[in-house]
């Protein structure tokens, strides 16, 4: 072959490989810049949070009934009135959240499992007329004196000067007066013992006793309606004592169902023996009713000298029975005459009592 032929083949592949190499270049180029953004994108995924399942919250049971503390039953018309619960005091509720506040998390309700008491006070087991009594001053064998102011509430006014005397005076509240509980409470908070003062029928038939009045020749179930509805005007009494019933106390059937009320109750009945004919002691000796009589009347006669003197004759008969039981009402003349007689008694060898304090120590009717 000719030189000319040999450098035209040799110049011929040179151009060739030439050409190979210019498109090589941005084929490798292309490659990596690929092979860049596919190590990018993959980075950029392990940079993500993981995607977690996540389970359901498993349901929480609520306390069965049984893991909660028994509720405490209403209290019920055979418990004796004025007994108090002694169910334990309610949780605080919770404050209310500050304005703008964020809300507190909720947290599961836990309950509180409380012991209840076994067995409830002594005082709370023992009757209401001495639940209820006014401690006694302490003597020492001087003789007592009770003094019972029945009528009140019916006129306020005078019913507030009883109340600001001396205490413990027997305060006898009408049946049917009215705002009788803040009255009452108003008379206990001086220091003076309560009694319902419950109408009766006396013999006059002039004369108003006030409604739901104790009648005779009514059935038992009617008596015992006014009883209870008497009974229900306010608590913390220790008995009843009538109101006139001159009539109803002479009246065996009738003051049966009295002393049957009486007994279930736990009350003590004082006979304001406004006849000689009066039932009550026997009957009370009979249903064992703690019981005792009035002794003087203050005020018969509304005359301020005529009260001293009933208040002298009251002194006479504690000297000479050991005690004495006096009954007046809220006239002027018995709170003026009283004002000034009770500050003295001590000094004059006496001592004030309620009239529950003379029923435990002496036989009633002495």
């Not at 993500?48 to 349901?59: D, E, G, I, L, S």
């Not at 008497?230 to 004592?241: Q, T, W, Y």
């Not at 109750?265 to 009370?284: C, I, W």
């Amino acid at each position: 072959m000719a030189r000319r032929d040999v450098r035209r083949m040799l110049m011929e592949r040179k151009k060739s490989d030439s050409d190979h190499h210019r498109w090589l270049i941005p084929l490798v180029l292309v490659g990596v810049l690929a092979a860049g953004l596919g190590i990018g994108w993959g980075l950029g995924q392990l940079g993500k949070p993981a995607k977690v399942a996540v389970a359901p919250a498993p349901v929480v049971e609520q306390p069965a009934a049984l893991d909660r503390p028994p509720r405490r039953e209403a209290a019920t018309a055979s418990q004796p009135m004025g007994d108090e619960d002694e169910s334990l005091p309610p949780p605080h509720a919770p404050a209310p959240p500050r304005p703008g506040a964020d809300p507190e998390p909720e947290v599961a309700a836990v309950p509180l499992i409380l012991p209840q008491p076994s067995v409830r006070p002594t005082a709370f087991n023992a009757p209401a007329w001495t639940r209820f009594a006014v401690p006694a001053p302490q003597t020492t064998g001087q003789p007592v004196i009770a003094v019972i102011i029945d009528d009140l509430g019916v006129d306020k006014r005078r019913s507030e000067r009883v109340v600001a005397l001396r205490s413990p005076l027997t305060l006898a509240w009408m049946t049917y007066a009215e705002d009788l509980p803040r009255q009452a409470a108003q008379g206990r908070g001086r220091g003076h013992e309560l009694m319902v003062h419950m109408p009766m029928q006396p013999l006059d038939g002039h004369y108003d006793p006030g409604p739901d009045v104790l009648e005779v020749g009514l059935s038992p179930e009617e008596l015992r309606r006014r009883i209870d509805w008497g009974l229900s005007r306010f608590d913390g009494f220790i008995g009843v004592n009538n109101h006139m019933g001159s009539r109803f106390t002479g009246d065996k059937n009738g003051m049966r169902v009295v002393m049957e009320e009486m007994r279930r109750r736990g009350l003590a009945f004082v006979d304001s023996v406004t006849t000689d004919k009066s039932v009550a002691p026997e009957l009370a000796r009979r249903y064992g009713v703690p019981f005792a009589v009035r002794h003087i009347f203050l005020d018969n006669d509304q005359d301020i000298g005529a009260v001293r003197t009933q208040l002298a004759k009251v002194e006479a008969h504690a000297r000479k029975h050991g005690h004495a039981i006096a009954i007046g009402h809220p006239h002027d003349a018995t709170i003026e005459a009283l004002s000034t007689w009770l500050p003295g008694l001590e000094g004059r060898g006496f001592v004030l009592v309620p009239v529950s304090a003379i029923i435990k120590t002496f036989t009633p009717g002495g």
